[in-house]
Nanobody, 122 residues
């Protein structure tokens, strides 16, 4: 099982930006599709973005299109989620997950990080 570690969560004002990182040790992340999910209190975990392992194709939740960007840095064995124009409704714990292919369903991913808190508030 892939071990993943997220970082970069913080408290930020509306309209601000954050970059989340998903790093792996002892495994090469470019062998996997990497998804970002988020879960707000009292809500279902939802898929935010995913980058495929083969062709680097990216996918986004409709509400983050144009604001979030997922990318890989294979040299650093890290996947990033750049989040711009943040809104209070983006507040959640953000998780990265790994599996063979992208899916918007969290149950399709077998390996997870511990999560990082993003809070958007003035």
């Amino acid at each position: 099982q892939v071990q993943l570690v997220e970082s970069g969560g913080d408290l930020v004002q509306p309209g601000g930006s954050l970059r989340l990182s998903c790093a792996a040790s002892r495994f090469t992340l470019d062998y996997y599709a990497i998804g970002w999910f988020r879960q707000a209190p009292g809500k279902e975990r939802e898929g935010v973005s995913c980058i495929s392992r083969s062709d680097g194709r990216t996918y986004y939740l409709d509400s983050v299109v144009g604001r979030f960007t997922i990318s890989r840095d294979n040299a650093k064995n890290t996947v990033y989620l750049q989040m711009n124009s943040l809104k209070p409704e983006d507040t959640a714990v953000y998780y990265c997950a790994a599996d063979r292919q992208c899916s918007r369903f969290w149950a399709d991913f077998s390996s997870w990080g511990q999560g990082t808190q993003v809070t958007v508030s003035s």
